[in-house]
């Protein structure tokens, strides 16, 4: 599949709904409303499976033979399947009520399960009830309306609106050939009555219903897609001028506390210099004196480096496509003349939010992470990289490689400013990771075993509220 073709196919995919609003959702639709509907429902049914003469008004035909009718079978089969439907709403029940103890998975197996069962059950009153010209038809409308409420996802809904249609087929259908069947027994001269008369039957409005529950369900996808769209659109601009207001205001803090040390700094050093020139023979003072240089020095580097922070505010908060951003930051750091004997193994999933954050924050992140790793090969080895949606809507960046690892008496101190375990390393580059991913509310993890590898996790939310860091 080429680039433009997968762009296509993203946009017509919902977007993985927040966890706390697909429980909303549940919540309501199915346990609140679905429920008790079913219960009301489940009530006439069996007044009317056990305590009328139903089965005698919907019989069609009345034959003189002493035999059982294929319509008495599927009506005692329909009555038996009525029980069974009723222990499993009542299961079903039990879980809905409990749902904020279940995982969210469980509870979104459950819906989909219910929402299949009942369209299974309705497929099997359609075929005692007319089929396809059964009156249940517009109770199938209502399932779908009801699944595209609940199933805010893709492949569930889609899946779940489709079987829903079929169930519809398949009830109008068996109805078809109970109804032919039943003819067949007749003796010959009712027979041709029959087949000449009006219950001659007519596939066109049966293929016109069919037809119609698909189009509702292109509509109701179509107006979730466009609905969800627009409110992320809405949402992504909110948090957009949020988060670069925040920037601003951290990028001018830095600058003001940068400036404000920086010049009293640069008196003490040259005062510093100026005595060491003057005192030359005092071996004790001047060693004291070379001292506070070289303090004063670090003391530079660091709010050279804060004032690299400053830059915050020059940026912008853009809408990152993540796995753009991963490819450009390994082309960065493997580019393709270089020839590096390192094999990079993708997993990206490929449901995935955009991340609002400033560009070079995010390739900060990434260029230093592959950077550790292709050193910590040597230029030999493997390097596995992963990004997925964890269970908190969060993006979940993990960077695994076979290198030598880090001692474990290393491994805490690792994120420290000017630590580091390398020759010619600086000690600023996983500094800088913790400080960007912290930036935007997110965490970095590290584990390490010595002489097989290590594994970074960067976990960031896809919706954020940036924090100062103290």
Not at 226 to 247: D, G, N, P, V
Not at 317 to 340: C, H, M, N
């Amino acid at each position: 599949m080429n680039i433009s073709s997968w762009v296509k196919l993203r946009a017509l995919t919902l977007p993985r709904p927040d966890p706390r609003r697909l429980e909303a959702v549940l919540r309501y639709v199915e346990r609140n409303v679905a429920l008790p509907v079913k219960c009301v429902v489940i009530q006439v049914l069996f007044y009317y499976f056990y305590f009328s003469n139903w089965f005698d008004n919907v019989t069609r035909f009345k034959p003189s033979l002493n035999q059982i009718l294929p319509q008495d079978f599927v009506f005692s089969t329909v009555r038996s399947l009525f029980l069974v439907y009723v222990i499993l709403n009542i299961g079903v029940a039990v879980l809905m009520i409990r749902m904020k103890h279940l995982p969210l998975r469980w509870v979104q197996t459950t819906a989909y399960s219910s929402s299949l069962l009942d369209a299974l059950f309705l497929a099997a009153l359609t075929v005692v009830t007319g089929g396809s010209g059964s009156i249940l038809f517009w109770v199938f409308v209502g399932l779908i309306l009801r699944n595209s409420i609940s199933h805010p996802e893709t492949f569930s809904q889609i899946s779940l609106n489709i079987l829903t249609s079929a169930c519809f087929v398949l009830g109008g259908t068996l109805e078809i050939v109970m109804r032919r069947a039943e003819i067949g027994l007749l003796d010959k001269t009712v027979r041709t009555a029959l087949e000449q008369g009006p219950q001659e039957i007519n596939a066109e409005p049966f293929l016109l219903r069919t037809f119609l529950l698909l189009l509702v369900a292109a509509c109701c996808y179509g107006l979730q897609l466009l609905t969800e769209r627009q409110r992320r659109i809405e949402e992504e601009s909110r948090e957009s001028a949020l988060r670069q207001e925040q920037l601003h205001a951290t990028g001018r803090l830095a600058a003001e506390i940068a400036h404000q040390l920086k010049n009293p700094l640069g008196i003490i050093n040259n005062a510093a210099f100026t005595l060491q020139r003057t005192v030359k023979e005092g071996k004790t003072i001047t060693q004291q004196i070379q001292i506070i240089r070289e303090e004063v020095d670090r003391s530079d580097r660091i709010l050279t480096e804060l004032m690299g922070y400053a830059r915050l505010n020059e940026g912008r908060v853009e809408k990152l496509d993540v796995i753009q951003e991963i490819e450009s930051a390994i082309t960065l750091v493997f580019p393709p003349g270089a020839r590096y004997e390192t094999e990079l193994i993708r997993d990206f999933s490929t449901d995935l939010p955009a991340l609002l954050a400033q560009r070079a924050h995010f390739s900060e992140i990434l260029v230093n992470l592959l950077q550790n790793a292709r050193e910590a090969l040597d230029g030999k080895g493997k390097i596995w990289i992963s990004i997925k949606v964890d269970e908190f809507y969060s993006l979940r960046l993990d960077i695994r490689d076979n290198g030598c690892g880090i001692p474990p008496d290393k491994v805490t101190r690792i994120f420290e400013a000017y630590f580091t375990t390398k020759a010619k390393g600086s000690g600023l580059g996983l500094s800088i990771v913790k400080h960007n991913t912290e930036m935007y509310n997110g965490t970095v993890a590290v584990s390490s075993i010595e002489g097989k590898g290590t594994l970074f996790t960067v976990k960031l939310p896809a919706k954020t509220v940036i924090r100062f860091r103290k």
